[in-house]
């Protein structure tokens, strides 16, 4: 018998109620009310979110946020920025204890992304996961150059061709792990750039050549068009078959809801939350 998990697909939703979303279920897995769960989630507006421990003064240009009416949120994940606008977002709530889940946060990083590996390959695409080969590449990943999440892969990320297509990040709270992350569809190279905050306008350039060798998007490596849909489709059979569960369709129930909304109102639309650091 393969276990159960519950399987939610929000569509597009506000960044407060994404993240506020994604910390109700683990607090909701971690008192036993709910089995371990895969979300998918889009944005509404595009989003720019930010790693916990981000500073948003320092690295984000936030009036180039409100020019370009852009959501803004804090993730409860570590981290670098990302902007979330032609993506899947995908999040796994599930126990630290859950049977042969490894307890070291880079081994459990790889079983989780198994999922994302297979999907990958469902669309068609050359996909592997990144392991940091040389001592420049795992010193990069402890002193990130950039506050831009796209400028490197970190241990097993999934990479095509060289390059990084999903960008995730975790936390561990009250014995939960969560682990969220970005499939990205398309990347407006251009638009990301110009909510940051470089050092000089020779640093953005700089940052402006290298991104498209790091980082890629789903439709610049294929020749036909691949849908949200599709992604959502390649990617629940792939969590299926790499973690060997069965996704059930689940729909909160109001008291649960209420409990999503106390949460967004309380944290995640708060500037305490958003600009604490």
């Known amino acids: 018998m393969k276990a159960k998990w519950y399987f939610i697909n929000s569509g597009p939703c506000s960044p407060s109620y994404n993240m506020a979303l994604d910390e109700a279920l683990l607090d909701l897995h971690s008192q036993g009310e709910i089995p371990p769960v895969i979300r998918f989630y889009e944005w509404n507006p595009?989003?720019?979110?930010?790693?916990?421990?981000?500073?948003?003064?320092?690295?984000?240009?936030?009036?180039?946020?409100?020019?370009?009416?852009?959501?803004?949120?804090?993730?409860?994940?570590?981290?670098?920025?990302?902007?979330?606008?032609?993506?899947?977002?995908?999040?796994?709530?599930?126990?630290?204890?859950?049977?042969?889940?490894?307890?070291?946060?880079?081994?459990?990083?790889?079983?989780?992304?198994?999922?994302?590996?297979?999907?990958?390959?469902?669309?068609?695409?050359?996909?592997?996961?990144?392991?940091?080969?040389?001592?420049?590449?795992?010193?990069?990943?402890?002193?990130?150059?950039?506050?831009?999440?796209?400028?490197?892969?970190?241990?097993?990320?999934?990479?095509?061709?060289?390059?990084?297509?999903?960008?995730?990040a975790q936390t561990r709270q009250k014995g939960v792990i969560l682990q969220h992350g970005a499939i990205l569809l398309d990347l407006d190279e251009e638009k990301l750039l110009s909510v940051f905050k470089f050092s000089s306008p020779e640093a953005k350039e700089k940052m402006r050549q290298k991104l498209p060798e790091k980082a890629v998007a789903i439709n610049r490596l294929t020749d036909k068009e691949i849908t949200i849909s599709q992604c959502i489709k390649a990617f629940r059979e792939g969590f299926e078959e790499a973690l060997e569960i069965e996704l059930v369709p689940y729909q909160l129930t109001e008291e649960q809801l209420q409990y999503v909304k106390m949460l967004e109102e309380t944290k995640y639309l708060s500037d305490e939350w958003n600009f604490k650091k």
């Open 46 to 168: 595009a989003t720019l979110s930010i790693g916990y421990f981000q500073s948003a003064e320092k690295d984000i240009n936030l009036e180039v946020l409100r020019e370009q009416k852009l959501g803004f949120v804090r993730r409860p994940t570590g981290g670098r920025a990302v902007l979330h606008e032609s993506e899947l977002t995908y999040s796994i709530i599930v126990t630290e204890q859950y049977p042969e889940m490894p307890a070291s946060v880079t081994e459990a990083y790889r079983v989780l992304s198994e999922g994302l590996l297979l999907g990958f390959q469902k669309l068609g695409l050359d996909a592997y996961f990144s392991i940091p080969d040389t001592e420049e590449k795992q010193a990069d990943l402890k002193k990130p150059k950039s506050a831009v999440c796209f400028d490197a892969p970190s241990w097993y990320e999934l990479v095509v061709e060289g390059k990084k297509v999903a960008g995730s």
